[in-house]
């Protein structure tokens, strides 16, 4: 149980083209799902917080209107990367908490995605 | 903000008990002890976490001092699939945000 599948897996596009990734909790609904991203060895950095029907809440110095972030149901949430360019290249990933409270508020994490802009 | 300390990196002989110690020494009272492991190229994996009392599952035990500013995670007999980076989080139960320090690089060895 509590698996998150994240897609795609890996994603080369141009600079200033968008890129959509999608988040989805396969075997339960979470109420909230948060996108992290990281650049080689280095830490996860927590990018936003979405609750599912409300706008995302995103940390210092994340650019929200770079970052859009939608969460239309229970058990999807997408990313897209708008006007990419080469610095965002980077791993994203993409967490979720179950609605169920019985998991001790633990949240689980999908694959990631590696995107490189060119 | 991430509120541990870790140590950088580690290294372990395969088969026997690796021990990743974790300071959280500003910890709340309300506040649990979580611990992830990302092995190369993925998505984090759930290991454990617990509030007060030591804590025992399938993967790992965790150890919580009675002071709660510092825990341990037990890995009874690593193997190379172990060899992973170790995160500890520290977060309210009711909490939202997952905010993730830098770790411990655990290296298995043959």
């Known amino acids: 149980g509590a698996v998150v599948s994240q897609h795609p897996s890996w994603v080369i596009c141009k600079s200033g083209t968008s890129v959509k990734i999608e988040c989805r909790s396969l075997?339960?609904?979470?109420?909230?799902m948060f996108w992290y991203r990281q650049f080689p060895k280095q830490s996860l950095m927590l990018m936003a917080t979405s609750n599912e029907g409300s706008k995302a809440t995103y940390e210092q110095g994340v650019e929200k209107d770079k970052f859009l972030i939608n969460h239309a149901s229970l058990t999807l949430s997408t990313l897209t990367v708008t006007s990419a360019h080469p610095e965002d290249s980077s791993f994203y990933i993409c967490?979720?908490?179950?609605?169920?409270?019985?998991?001790?508020?633990?949240?689980?994490f999908g694959e990631g995605s590696w995107l490189t802009v060119v | 903000d991430a509120k541990t300390t870790q140590p950088t990196s580690m290294d372990c002989a395969e088969g026997r008990a690796a021990n990743l110690p974790c300071n959280h020494s500003?910890?709340?009272?309300?506040?649990?002890v979580y611990w992830y492991r990302q092995i190369h190229s993925q998505g984090p994996q759930y290991i454990i976490h617990?509030?007060?009392n030591n804590e025992t599952n399938e993967m790992a035990s965790l150890i919580i001092t009675e002071d709660r500013k510092s825990s341990t995670l037990i890995l009874p007999h690593a193997t190379l699939r172990d060899t992973a980076v170790y995160y500890c989080i520290v977060r309210p139960l009711t909490g939202n945000q997952f905010y993730f320090g830098t770790g411990t690089s655990l290296t298995v060895i043959p």
């Open positions: 500003t910890i709340s009272g309300n506040e649990y």
């Open positions: 075997d339960f609904q979470a109420t909230t």
């Open positions: 967490s979720a908490r179950p609605r169920d409270a019985s998991s001790g508020n633990t949240i689980y």
């Open positions: 617990g509030l007060k």
